[in-house]
């Protein structure tokens, strides 16, 4: 099992920056690739950038150039964090940090809500 706690949300105007967290643990050596999903109202969730274990990264061409993703281990836990500058009212949208752990087991957090507007 792996645990996914986020944090970092909250209100931001248009073209300011927040940082997401998400720290990871239990059995941590399992995951693989970890990303970032978002929720919008209305919309189906979706990936919103990638990073695999070697540190490959992939990006939604909507947030290409403005979002950065990085993930550090720790001693018992993985952070994985993503910069987001450049806000736009259109990335207002719960953020969930997903965990691809043993046997295609994809562990998800709880969501923190990012909300963008002036």
């Known amino acids: 099992q792996v645990q996914l706690v986020e944090s970092g949300g909250g209100l931001v105007q248009p073209g300011g920056s927040l940082r997401l967290s998400c720290a990871a643990s239990g059995n941590i050596f399992s995951i693989n690739a970890m990303g970032w999903y978002r929720q919008a109202p209305g919309k189906e969730r979706e990936l919103v950038a990638q990073?695999?274990?070697?540190?490959?990264?992939?990006?939604s061409d909507s947030v290409k150039g403005r979002f950065t993703i990085s993930r550090e281990n720790a001693w018992n836990t993985v952070y994985l964090q993503m910069q987001m500058n450049s806000l736009k009212p259109e990335d207002t949208a719960v953020y969930y940090c997903?965990?691809?752990?043993?046997?295609?087991?994809?562990?998800w957090g709880k969501g923190t809500l990012v909300t963008v507007s002036s």
């Open positions: 997903s965990a691809d752990g043993a046997y295609g087991t994809r562990y």
């Open positions: 990073i695999t274990s070697g540190v490959s990264t992939y990006y």
